[in-house]
C-alpha cells in the first residue's frame, strides 16, 4: 500500500483513537487475533474485576464474538497485570529524566534503559534518541516533554500514539512496515506512515509540522492537509492547518572535510528568507547533539571544541519560525602546531681574538 492510499486508513484509525479522552493517556493497543473475545483479552492482559464488560463499552464493542481480526483493542494502563515495555534509550547527551509512571518522580534517564506505556520524559539542557517499538526513532531536543501515550505491536504492524507537551521532536519512521505513528500536540495531530519529520511546539500556541522525507498527513480544528517533503505547515488550537510553506534549502557549506586547530570557524552565504540559522554538533559517530546552536549570523566560530571529528548539521529559519533541510560538515579540531624553534646563534668564538688581536696591533705600533 503505498502513502496516499493508505491515508483514508490511517484517518479512520485515528478517528476511532480519538473517541476516547485524554484522560486515557497510557493504553496498551492490542492487535486482535482471529477469534478472540473480549474475556480472552482480559485474562491475558488484565487483573481488573469485570474487565471484558468495560473493555467493551471502552473500545464501543457490542458484539465481542464479532471482533474483526486486526483491529485494535485500547486497554488502559490502570486495568494491566504490569506495565510493557515500549522502547528503549539508544543515547542520552546533558540533562534527560524520566517519569516511568508520569506521578512527577523525574529521575535521571540513562543510556539503555527501557521505557514503559505512558512514561514521560523531559529534556532540559540535553537530548535522547529513543526507539519505540521495532520500526521507529526519535531525537526529543532541548526543552522538550514527551509523554508515551498508548503504544502497541502487532504481527507486522506497530502503533504508537505520543503526546508532545512542549519542545520538538525529529521522527525518523521506516517506510513499508504497515505501522500507524503520529504525534500529538496541544494544537495539531500529525500522523505518518515511514517518513522523516520534525514536531515543534511552543508557548506561542503554534505548532509547526515540517516534513523531511515521505509525507505527513497533519489534522486540526477538524481539517487537515497532507504534507510532503520539503514542505511544513503551522497550526493553531481550534483552527484548521495552514497552507503548505515551502521550508529553505540546505545552506551551503564546503563539500570537503575542514582540519583546524582550535579556533574553529565557518561561514556559508545567507538566504534573503533566513532570519537565523541552527547548527547541532555531534561527535563523529554519534546521534545526539553535543551542543544545539542558536545563530543569528551565517557564521560560527568556537575556541572550546575538544580535539577529535565531529558532524555539524546547519539548518536555516524563516520569519515564521519553519526551520529548512539540513546541511552537514564534517570538522576535524587539530591540536595547535607550536611555534618553530628559533635557530641558534652560530658561534662567534672569534670575535673576541678579533678585538684582542685588533687592539695587541694597536699598541705595537
Same mark, same amino acid.
Given at each position: 500500500?503505498?502513502?496516499?492510499?493508505?491515508?483514508?486508513?490511517?484517518?479512520?484509525?485515528? !478517528?476511532?483513537?480519538?473517541?476516547?479522552?485524554? %484522560?486515557?493517556?497510557?493504553?496498551?493497543?492490542?492487535? %486482535?487475533?482471529?477469534?478472540?473475545?473480549?474475556?480472552?483479552?482480559?485474562?491475558?492482559?488484565?487483573?481488573?474485576? /469485570?474487565?471484558?464488560?468495560?473493555?467493551?463499552?471502552?473500545?464501543?464493542?457490542?458484539?465481542?464474538?464479532?471482533?474483526?481480526?486486526?483491529?485494535?483493542?485500547?486497554?488502559?494502563?490502570?486495568?494491566?497485570?504490569?506495565?510493557?515495555?515500549?522502547?528503549?534509550?539508544?543515547?542520552?547527551? *546533558?540533562?534527560?529524566?524520566?517519569?516511568?509512571?508520569?506521578?512527577?518522580?523525574? !529521575?535521571?534517564?540513562?543510556?539503555?534503559?527501557?521505557?514503559?506505556?505512558?512514561?514521560?520524559?523531559?529534556?532540559?539542557? /540535553?537530548?535522547?534518541?529513543?526507539?519505540?517499538?521495532?520500526?521507529?526513532?526519535?531525537?526529543?531536543?532541548?526543552?522538550?516533554?514527551?509523554?508515551?501515550?498508548?503504544?502497541?505491536?502487532?504481527?507486522?504492524?506497530?502503533?504508537?500514539?505520543?503526546?508532545?507537551?512542549?519542545?520538538?521532536?525529529?521522527?525518523?519512521?521506516?517506510?513499508?512496515?504497515?505501522?500507524?505513528?503520529?504525534?500529538?500536540?496541544?494544537?495539531?495531530?500529525?500522523?505518518?506512515?515511514?517518513?522523516?519529520?520534525?514536531?515543534?511546539?511552543?508557548?506561542? *500556541?503554534?505548532?509547526?509540522?515540517?516534513?523531511?522525507? *515521505?509525507?505527513?498527513?497533519?489534522?486540526?480544528?477538524?481539517?487537515?492537509?497532507?504534507?510532503?517533503?520539503?514542505?511544513?505547515?503551522?497550526?493553531?488550537?481550534?483552527?484548521?492547518?495552514?497552507?503548505?510553506?515551502?521550508?529553505?534549502?540546505?545552506?551551503?557549506?564546503?563539500?570537503?572535510?575542514?582540519?583546524?586547530?582550535?579556533?574553529?570557524?565557518?561561514?556559508?552565504?545567507?538566504?534573503?528568507?533566513?532570519?537565523?540559522?541552527?547548527?547541532?554538533?555531534?561527535?563523529?559517530?554519534?546521534?545526539?547533539?553535543?551542543?544545539?546552536?542558536?545563530?543569528?549570523?551565517?557564521?560560527?566560530?568556537?575556541?572550546?571544541?575538544?580535539?577529535?571529528?565531529?558532524?555539524?548539521?546547519?539548518? !536555516? %529559519?524563516?520569519?515564521?519560525?519553519?526551520?529548512?533541510?539540513?546541511?552537514?560538515?564534517?570538522?576535524?579540531?587539530?591540536?595547535?602546531?607550536?611555534?618553530?624553534?628559533?635557530?641558534?646563534?652560530?658561534?662567534?668564538?672569534?670575535?673576541?681574538?678579533?678585538?684582542? !688581536?685588533?687592539?695587541?696591533?694597536?699598541?705595537?705600533?
Amino acid at each position: 500500500m503505498n502513502l496516499k492510499s493508505g491515508i483514508p486508513l490511517m484517518l479512520g484509525l485515528l !478517528a476511532s483513537f480519538s473517541c476516547t479522552p485524554l %484522560a486515557s493517556a497510557g493504553d496498551l493497543l492490542y492487535e %486482535a487475533r482471529r477469534g478472540d473475545t473480549l474475556w480472552d483479552i482480559c485474562l491475558r492482559f488484565s487483573y481488573k474485576s /469485570g474487565c471484558w464488560k468495560q473493555l467493551g463499552d471502552y473500545n464501543e464493542i457490542d458484539n465481542d464474538r464479532a471482533i474483526a481480526p486486526g483491529s485494535f483493542i485500547r486497554i488502559p494502563r490502570d486495568w494491566l497485570v504490569s506495565t510493557p515495555t515500549v522502547g528503549e534509550v539508544l543515547s542520552v547527551s *546533558g540533562d534527560v529524566r524520566y517519569d516511568r509512571h508520569n506521578s512527577g518522580n523525574l !529521575a535521571p534517564l540513562a543510556l539503555d534503559s527501557d521505557l514503559h506505556l505512558g512514561g514521560r520524559i523531559v529534556t532540559g539542557e /540535553g537530548s535522547a534518541r529513543l526507539r519505540l517499538g521495532r520500526f521507529s526513532e526519535l531525537l526529543l531536543r532541548e526543552h522538550s516533554q514527551l509523554i508515551l501515550d498508548s503504544l502497541g505491536k502487532g504481527a507486522s504492524s506497530d502503533v504508537q500514539e505520543l503526546r508532545l507537551q512542549q519542545g520538538e521532536v525529529e521522527s525518523e519512521i521506516s517506510p513499508g512496515r504497515g505501522s500507524h505513528f503520529q504525534i500529538r500536540t496541544p494544537e495539531a495531530i500529525a500522523a505518518v506512515r515511514g517518513t522523516r519529520y520534525r514536531v515543534n511546539t511552543g508557548s506561542a *500556541g503554534t505548532t509547526r509540522s515540517e516534513v523531511l522525507a *515521505g509525507a505527513v498527513n497533519v489534522a486540526g480544528g477538524a481539517a487537515e492537509v497532507d504534507v510532503t517533503a520539503g514542505y511544513g505547515v503551522a497550526s493553531r488550537a481550534g483552527q484548521p492547518p495552514g497552507p503548505p510553506r515551502k521550508l529553505l534549502p540546505p545552506p551551503a557549506l564546503p563539500s570537503s572535510l575542514i582540519e583546524s586547530p582550535l579556533p574553529v570557524a565557518l561561514q556559508w552565504p545567507a538566504h534573503p528568507q533566513a532570519v537565523a540559522w541552527q547548527l547541532d554538533i555531534y561527535a563523529q559517530g554519534g546521534d545526539t547533539p553535543l551542543q544545539s546552536v542558536l545563530l543569528d549570523t551565517p557564521a560560527w566560530r568556537s575556541a572550546t571544541l575538544a580535539l577529535g571529528c565531529y558532524r555539524l548539521v546547519l539548518r !536555516a %529559519a524563516d520569519a515564521e519560525g519553519f526551520k529548512g533541510l539540513d546541511a552537514t560538515q564534517r570538522l576535524c579540531v587539530l591540536p595547535a602546531t607550536p611555534p618553530p624553534e628559533p635557530e641558534p646563534e652560530p658561534n662567534r668564538w672569534w670575535e673576541p681574538l678579533l678585538v684582542i !688581536a685588533t687592539v695587541a696591533l694597536i699598541i705595537g705600533l
